[in-house]
C-alpha cells in the first residue's frame, strides 16, 4: 500500500525546486520547498517531515553544515544531498554526517522517486524493528483458561477482514493489547499502528490529535500538524475509550467514517485516508445512546463486531500465568534475578477480586518484588501489598445486607489505598484502575471527606 510522505526540499535554484516539487506532488506526495539552508532549519523548528531533500553548493550556508545543524539539534529525518558539483570528496564527507543518499543532478524523475521508495522503504523496516522490539514482551497476552481462549479465538476470525471492531471491557482488561493483536494479525500488520485515548485529551484539542491542522489555523499552531488518521493511512487507528468523546467531535468522526477522508484545521482540501478503525470503551454505549450522550448513528458505524474481554477475577486461572509473566518482565526491566512466589501467595492473589485488573496485577507484582525477601514472595509479603484483602472482608463486611456489605468493603477498599498513597488522589485512582473524577465522586458517596483525612493526617 504506497504512503504519502511529506517532503522538504531545500534548493536555492527556483527551477530545481519547481521540477521536483512538481514530481513529487504527481505522485501523490506533499512537498514544502524553501531556497536556503537558514529557512529550513526554522521550519524544521515546528513541523516534522518524511525525508529531506537538499541542495549541497548553496550561498550563506551550505548543504553540509545544513545536514551537520540537523544532528546536532538531534533532528533525525533522513536527508538525501544533491549536488551539481560532485565528486566522490564530498560524497563521502556528506555520508560521514549521516546523508542517506547523495544524487547527481541533473536528476531524472525515474530516479528521484526510486529514491524516495527506497528511503521510505528503510524508514518502514526500521520502525517495525523499533515498534518489535518494543513490544517483545511488553504487548503480548497472556492467557491459559477458557475465557481468553474465546476472545483470542474471535480475534483469529476477525483479525483478517477490515471489518471494524469495537472492544469491551473494564478499564485495566487489557483493551489496547487486543486492539494490537487484532492488527499484527491482519494484512495490515506492516503498516502502522496509530492510538488515541480520547479521553485523556482535552475536548478543545481531539480534533487536531485526529484530523491535524495548518500553520496559523488558531493560536499557538505554530506549524502543520499530521493527525492521528493521517499518520496511520494503510495501517491501523485505535480509538480507546471513544465513550468519552465529546458530541460535536463524534459528529464529525462520523463523517470521516463514511467518507473515508480528513479536513485538517484551517485546510482547504480532503485528504483521503485509508485506516482501519478500531475503537474500546469500559462504558455500556447502548445506554449512552439511550441517554443521549452517544450518537446512535455513530454506535452503528463502529459496533459492527463487538469483542467483550473478561475482567480479570472472571479469569483467575489466567493470574499463575500472568505473574510469571510479570516476573519476568520486571525482572528483565531492573536486571534483577527472577523471583520465586509461594503456593500460598498465588492463591491469595487469586482470591482478590482485582478491580484494577491486569493493569494492578502487573502493579502490585512489581510492588510484592520489592517487599520480598531473598527472593521469594510469601503470603507474608501479600497481606502487606495489600492489607485491605483480608483485614476488610472480616472485619466489615459479615453483617447487613449485600448492597451495605459491598459499600462497607468498597470504603474500606479506598480509605487503605488513598492512605498508601498519601491521599495523593492521581496516585490512588492509577492503583485502583480509576479515572481521577471518579474516584472523587465514589469517595463522596461513600461518605469519605479526603480533606478531612488529609488535615488529620498532618496533626
Known sequence: MPHKANLLIVDDEANTLASLSRAFRLGGHEVTVCD???KALDILKNQNFDLIFSDVVMPGKDGLSFLADLRAMEISTPV????????????????????????????????????????????????????????????????????????????????????????????????????????????????????????AVPAELIESELFGHEKGSFTGASGRHIGKFEQADGGTIFLDEIGDMPLAMQAKLLRVLEEGEVERIGGDKAIAVN?????????????????????????????????????????????????????????????????????ESIQALQNYDWPGNVRELRNVVERLMLLANDGEVTLDSVAMALPYRSSAISQ?????????????????????????????????????????????????QLGIDINALRKQETE
Not at 299 to 319: K, N, Q, S, T
Request: glycine share 4%.
Open 36 to 38: 536556503s539552508a537558514a
Open 80 to 199: 538525501v544531498m544533491m549536488s551539481g558539483q560532485a565528486h566522490i570528496e564530498m560524497a563521502v564527507r556528506a555520508t560521514k554526517l549521516g546523508a542517506l543518499d547523495f544524487l547527481e543532478k541533473p536528476i531524472s524523475t525515474e530516479k528521484l522517486l526510486l529514491t524516495l521508495e527506497n528511503a521510505l522503504k528503510l524508514q518502514r523496516l526500521e520502525a517495525e524493528n523499533r515498534q518489535f522490539r518494543q513490544r517483545l514482551g511488553k504487548h503480548e497476552i497472556i492467557w491459559s483458561g477458557n475465557a481468553m481462549k474465546k476472545v483470542m479465538a474471535q480475534v483469529e476470525r476477525v483479525a483478517a477482514s477490515e471489518t471494524r471492531v469495537c472492544i469491551l471491557g473494564e478499564t485495566g482488561s487489557g483493551k489496547e493489547l487486543v486492539a494490537r493483536a487484532l492488527h499484527d494479525r491482519s494484512p495490515r500488520a506492516a503498516g502502522p499502528f496509530i492510538t488515541l485515548n480520547c479521553a
Open 275 to 343: 485506516a482501519r478503525v478500531i475503537v474500546a470503551t469500559h462504558r455500556n454505549l447502548e445506554a449512552q445512546v439511550k441517554e443521549g450522550k452517544f450518537r446512535q448513528d455513530l454506535f452503528h458505524r463502529i459496533y459492527v463486531f463487538p469483542l467483550i474481554l473478561p475482567a480479570l477475577r472472571e479469569r483467575r486461572e489466567d493470574i499463575p500465568a500472568l505473574i510469571e509473566h510479570f516476573n519476568k518482565q520486571i525482572c528483565r526491566q531492573n536486571n534483577w534475578k527472577s523471583f520465586s512466589f509461594s503456593t
Open 396 to 444: 466489615n463486611t459479615n453483617s447487613g445486607t449485600l448492597a451495605e456489605r459491598t459499600q462497607s468493603f468498597e470504603r474500606d477498599v479506598l480509605l487503605a489505598e488513598l492512605k498508601r498513597a498519601n491521599y495523593h488522589m492521581t496516585n490512588a485512582a492509577r492503583a485502583l484502575g480509576l479515572e481521577r473524577s471518579h474516584l472523587y465522586k465514589k469517595a463522596e
